[in-house]
């Protein structure tokens, strides 16, 4: 825009440029601040294990390759017996000794027993209501004794043997 007053045109079409181009300077650096934010901001999770270290919004997923538990086997001898990576912004923990494995399971079960909510489970799960999202605790209990007392009683599951085997013998007509 070109201002032709006064005060001279020439001098105000110079302020003019000067003001676009702080504000394009600072926009840009801005941008770049944020994006070296982005990329050396530390998670809020202080006491992980070591692992490779993620990039953002992808986390390790560029390092897996074709056959997993090579990968898994390849990290683990460089990262010891333990160690973390990211799926995302999921984080995984891997414990790949049985011994350390058995440590975690037996020590930690409490602590290691509740599972990451989402809000796509939120409304699969019924408000995480189920077996198999609600965390540990007097719900979960009462859920598992429910479930392995009525639903996986062995008299039940008897029940459905002939519904099982017409099942399969209609898969069997088929082919």
Known sequence: MV??????????EVAHH???E?????VRGEALDELALLFSQRRKYKNLPPGPPPLPIIGNLNLLKRL???????????HNDIFSLWFG???AVVISSPSAFQECFTRNDVTLANRPHSLSEKHIFYNYTTVGSCSYGENWCNLFRITSLDVLLMQRIHSFSEIQKDGLSCQLLVF
Do not use: I, P, Q, W
Not at 3 to 8: R, S
Not at 22 to 26: A, I, P, R, Y
């Open 89 to 91: 912004s999921r984080l």
């Open 3 to 12: 201002y032709n007053g006064a005060h001279g045109g020439k001098d105000v």
């Open 68 to 78: 997993f538990h090579h990968f898994l086997t390849c990290t683990s001898k460089t």
């Open 22 to 26: 702080d504000v394009e300077e600072l």
């Open 18 to 20: 000067r003001v676009v």
